[in-house]
């Protein structure tokens, strides 16, 4: 038999380059404005691939003043720190400016506690360096070596979760631009070819960015990345995301809007402690955050596809709720049943009474 092999285009979730390659390729046939050195696209074609105009599509609800801000900064000689509440979209910015900046978005370090300074920056072949000695074909270069080397963009994910001394691993990378591999003889230094930077993110969170020494710091520009300020905007994204993904599994059908309403209605106050009416609400000690809406829909989207056959109910909202919103404080599972109870229950409209109806599906 043979081995099955899986295409990004076919893979669970392709890249960006290749979900918007087309997109891509027509912003760079009728881009004609100025480009940074070693840019792929002008800045005004990277703004309108991120934040979409007539022709394309909406891929970050944001003001555009902070994608040009991060534009700016990733032009310059400092790197880009995305910071926020989890899920408000910093890996996907980072994701679409590595994009559409450096046509890759691939080259990405994802930072953990285990995170180590050969992944920064370059490791050995064992088996070629025990039998050759230190050579460049011995040499296992790190996403940020390649980087550097051709000018690109590289995605650190969640930088605070590396132990600070790691961290502190970029501080000669990113003033002096510059990656030494002194094992190697005669000339061991790697100079930062035209459009190379550097996005980070970190989550407020996990640990904060309390950790990163001041030094570091001071190579970052900060851009502080907020939930979606808008109702009906966070709607349309949780609405237009969940079509995209039910496309890509070829499911036919979509939420009824009355249920992503509910839905969208219960994630904003349960986050923001305040209802439509004005009147307070407890806020979970759990994030949800629109990343989770959007999940949150499309696991109804599913349930209701492949277990009944309908689009999905206001029930199948409770169900997700627990899993996604409570996780392992059992205090945010009391906070969702006291809002069931005493908001939804108030609520005019055939779902929010069926959201209503359906609270006993919530774990005890
Ligand atoms: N402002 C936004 N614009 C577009 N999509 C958004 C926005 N906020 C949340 N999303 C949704 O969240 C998903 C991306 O979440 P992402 O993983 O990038 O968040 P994050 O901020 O990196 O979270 P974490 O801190 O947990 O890593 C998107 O695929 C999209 O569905
Ligand atoms: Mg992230």
Redesign the pocket.
């Known amino acids: 038999m043979k081995p099955m092999t899986t295409t990004a285009n076919k893979s669970q979730r392709p890249p960006a380059e290749v979900l918007h390659a087309d997109e891509l390729a027509a912003l760079a046939r009728s881009d004609r404005d100025p480009r940074p050195p070693g840019w792929r696209l002008s800045m005004k074609a990277v703004r309108r691939f991120v934040v979409g105009d007539h022709d394309i599509k909406t ?4 003001p555009p003043s902070l994608i040009e801000r991060a534009m700016v900064t990733l032009a310059s000689n400092r790197a880009l720190l995305l910071v ?1 509440e ?7 910015l980072s994701e679409l400016l590595a994009a559409a900046i450096s046509g890759t978005s691939t080259l990405t370090i994802q930072g953990s506690a285990a995170t180590t300074e050969d992944q920064i920056k370059y490791g050995w072949n064992y088996a070629l360096l025990l039998n050759e000695g230190p050579s460049p074909r011995a040499l296992v270069t790190s996403p940020l070596y390649r980087a550097l080397q051709e000018g690109r963009i590289v995605r650190f994910e969640e930088i605070t979760r590396c132990p600070a001394e790691v961290q502190d691993g970029l501080l000669s990378i990113l003033s002096e631009r510059l990656l030494m591999v002194p094992e190697l003889p005669g000339d061991n230094a790697v100079f930062a070819a035209p459009g190379f930077n550097l996005i980070a ?1 970190a ?1 407020t969170r996990d640990r904060g960015v309390n950790e990163m020494s001041a030094a570091l710091k001071r190579r970052f520009a900060f851009e502080t ?1 907020f939930p ?1 300020a808008s109702y009906d905007e966070e709607l349309a ?1 949780v609405q237009r ?1 969940v079509a995209r993904m039910l496309a890509h599994d070829g499911v036919a059908t979509r939420p009824a809007s009355e249920v992503l309403e509910v839905l969208v209605t219960t994630f904003r106050e349960l986050r923001q402690g305040v209802d439509q009416e004005g009147g307070a609400i407890e806020r979970l000690s759990t994030v949800v ?3 989770e809406a ?1 999940s949150v829909a499309y696991g109804v989207a599913l349930r209701g596809h492949y277990l009944r056959g309908d689009s999905g109910q206001p029930g199948d909202i409770v169900e997700a709720l627990a899993g996604a919103a409570a996780k392992d404080n059992p205090d945010d599972l009391k906070k969702i049943r006291r809002y069931i109870e005493h908001k939804a229950g108030k609520r005019k409209g055939e779902h929010w009474q069926q959201f209503h109806a359906a609270r006993h599906l919530l774990p005890q």
């Open positions: 891929k970050i609800v944001c926020g989890p899920g408000t979209a910093k890996s996907l993110t989550n990345v979606i994204l995301e955050s629109t990343a959007v």
